[in-house]
């Protein structure tokens, strides 16, 4: 459930800086699709979205890329409408089966990392063949974890809470077309 309410939601997009527009945005997931098409094409890979936050960079994503897959999805989250991340929490873990599949896993943001070090470990432990990692955004700053990369970037942001284009701000607009820098 959200902690606030519409009205405050409009007033925080009006306070916010925009970041990138939907072109940009467009260009950024042309380059990743190419990228991941030359890495998985022939590789018949299962992608899991990641709820909520990678559906809406997995639909664009997906209609890019022209070659058979399959999609499942599973759903883990930290944040839990908060700006600031506490424990995992596994609401659905993947379906389907990752067992000897190859495994692109697509979520909207890599911030401090907790999330998809949790589901890269899950999904090599349930016997993946080989896991990829696709997100929209990369936070920029030093707290991630050591070793820990992600395949495929779309953008890159500051050290900021962003929100647009499935990341939401306190649940709210995760339907923004662009990316945003919440008012600090
Ligand atoms: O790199 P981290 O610091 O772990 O943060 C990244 C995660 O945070 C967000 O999920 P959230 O828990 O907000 O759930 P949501 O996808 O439902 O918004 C986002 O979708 C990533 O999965
Ligand atoms: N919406 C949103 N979700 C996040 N999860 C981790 N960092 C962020 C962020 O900056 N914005």
Redesign the pocket.
Known sequence: MAGITPEQALVALQEAELLYSSTQIGSALDRMAALITAELAKRDPLVLL?????FVLGAHLLARLHFPLRVGYL???????HTR?GEITWIAHPRPSVAEQVVLVV??????????QSILAEIRQAGAHAVYSAVLVN?RHDRKPAGLIVDFVGLEVPDRYVFGY???YQEYW?NLTAIYAARE
Do not use: P
Request: aromatic fraction near 8%.
């Open positions: 990641v709820m909520n936050g990678g759903h883990a989250t930290r944040y839990r409408g991340g979520d909207d943001i890599f911030d401090e990392g907790d999330t998809l936070k499935g990341m939401d995760r």
